[in-house]
């Protein structure tokens, strides 16, 4: 059972009837009903504007296996200090999906150490999204594209850190390419980002579209406990080594003191 | 001409004999002795202290091909919006090389993402960095392995993104392993890691390790103008694409509007 | 259910007294004891001298999940076809797990497409077996080093192409380190090299050598169908394209036409 | 002063008029005027036919820095032990060009380890290839992306293992995408594919492509001595050792003896 947790902005759908019409239960809403009936999944939903700790506590993300993100005009609201929160649960080995605009989040970037920009354009055009390895798990039950009729354009230079496997690029009818499902590993933790999911397009209920993200969310699955003190520098004493030795020549550090951070 | 921008905290020469009397012109004076003589570089030094802005002001950056950084106990007396600042070089192209104690700086975690814990015993123990692809530009002029008859150990887990290239591996004496030299890109810039240096000892002294220190300067170098831009995301309109549209479907944003962050 | 097959060269017991008495039932009778009463696996072994196809035929290689390899000093018998056929299904999706002095075998060189030379020394010194990233599901169960009494040294250079993980390093009593659990993507399939398993040490009957090994098998495993078509090379005519065209400019070939090889 | 080697097929334009209009100086020719005037370079050509090394004697090859290659109709032509002779000079530390159709030569199958499959269109598209990293050095005095009015389509899967840089992403008028730019390591060698070059089209005279390749020869120059014993997997007797050390344990291999291959 792997506890995935869609974490979602949730506001565009206040502010803009266009979206409120196409996801009527929230975009979080229609992520969630790609798991809707797979029994090797338990599926809930965290909104920004849940509590004060964007419904991101502690002990929630502790009880989460794999965490999707949609975000976008708000990313600035998201407070550094749950972000922070967020990426060491990532650390951990929690698997991470983000999604579309959240190339931008805080937590991508952070968790990327680049700028994660790109170009950009929204004017409805066809998207073809090719599938690089058709055996990797993310593309499982897939074709070799996947052809969605309107679609924001995202276009390289896409500012990201090398991946460790490019799954996807995008084909865009206005000329532009984009690398659209990228792997990495941070810490214990995989992470995917997936691009298509505009809000003023029907995207996320798109069967293949949320199959990527059912498949992407069994790929980030981790089942190794939590490796707690991965942020942690442990000394190893001299007299501890696992050949012992002695110590030679001269020292700053007493034995057992912290090192500096 | 290299224009070479070496950053150093100098804390520990001010408080600790020890240290001063290895390195009485700073650990960054022994660190410039590594350019000493060779026309192709231009070098200069700055450190924490130097000003409000530990000596790297946008103008000083803007001038700087590839920026070194030793750090240790007063990473935290960084200053955020100077880390950002450097970040930011990096990804516009300046190289960055980052010592031994630097992986807990500000700067680095910030470009990895990740938390660059370690293990550390301070023993004074043998050090054997091996080269991995002798004809590495890292590595030109050197042996198969550089001894250090005293260091710090760093162990693995070293909690960093899966490297570009593993261009050294450490053995140390006590039975730790550690991936001592280990390159990145970053945006436009290219980052390598290189352990040794221990205040403690004469390690930036030894002439193997200046030239370690050396090639990888010249390695980080890109002659390419600074990418301005690259933390932008322009938008494409619809009539400027590179094959022209008409926009289909709904839209969310006007002409010309700048995207949310 | 992971069709688990074992290949191995079985020469040295035939020769050696020490081989024979150390591994009894042949070093892939040890190996296959690490899947003993693990339901998820059905295994079976072949042997280089088995049939005029190293017990590899089509048919067998087709009912293959994972495949394991040691040979070490029959390397050149091994027939041309028989790695080719070994690499289809390879890149068809199979999983391969390449033991200790595999590293020369033509099925490793093939699919690395290096040298894959090492260091060497019979000394039957302490390997330690650090592992980098705990949570990988290769390092399953694993204390965060494993330590083999006596092994043969491997030490870098180890000419292989730059990992896509580097999971585990070795640290040598001797003075090298090694790089000894590294994993690829080959077309859909997974490779592994693990170092341990010199034929003259007790290794394959450590409990943590062959969790290691198991392990990985379940890693290499890819549920996917097999990719049949990853050696073709199709045309795409220009009125079946995905966005249908008009021939422009000259052509060479005609429609229909095979691509040259 | 980079020692650059091309080598062309050279056998379309003996059969096809066509080609024989386009290239007049065969499509060698129009590479070589990618350096005319560029003193960084000293550029000479070889072709399948010259002699029966197809012009790659060991003596040549030495005295190559880079060496740039096209084929595509002959590749089955081309000896495989010139080919194993060019492997081991890119292992040595020779830069490798390899363009267009040569995806399918022997050479960048040995060197890829992996089918090297694509799809493909001749239908005289439009490609657009656009340029990840615009400050990488292949990337030098380049637009952000190279129009190409009449190109054949390569499109993904390319059976390639995931490259260390993805430099270059092609979009194509039919709907395609492919990795057009690609970077590898193989031992001290710096391998670039790159897609361009179709013999029915004047891709060569495009001065955009022509730098491209410029650039790539300079990149993949490697200034160090050739790594010649890269192939070699010498024995370190335990009394060498780095740490000196007894013989422990059963030995199979007597003092000095070569190992296994």
Redesign the interface.
Known sequence: MIRTLIWHEHR?EKT?K??ARLYPKGMDGALADAFAGDKDFSVSTARLDDDAEHGLSQKRLDDTDVLLWWG?????EVKDEIVERV?KRV?E?MGLIVLH?GH?SKIFK??????C?????????NE?V????????IA?GLP??I?I??EE?Y?????I??P???VM?????????F?SGVT?????GKVFYFRPG????PTYHNPQVLQVIRNATRWAY?P?PA?KG?????????DK?????????????EDGQE???
Chains 1, 2, 3, 4 share one sequence.
């Open positions: 565009h803009n266009l979206v976008h005009m708000a990313h600035g990426a650390f080995g605009s931008f952070r968790l990327m150490g680049t700028p920009a790109l170009k950009w354009r929204e004017a409805g055009e073809r090719w599938i690089l390895n058709r055996n990797h798990p499982t070799e594209q052809l009729e309107h354009m276009g390289e230079p896409f500012s850190p090398e460790q496997e490019t690029i995008s084909w865009f009818e206005g000329g532009e390419v690398r990495y590993t941070r810490g214990a505009h809000e003023a397009y981790n190794a490796w991965i942020n942690e520098a442990p000394n190893v004493p001299h080594a696992p050949v012992p030795l002695q110590v030679k020549g001269p020292r700053l550090h090192g500096f951070r």
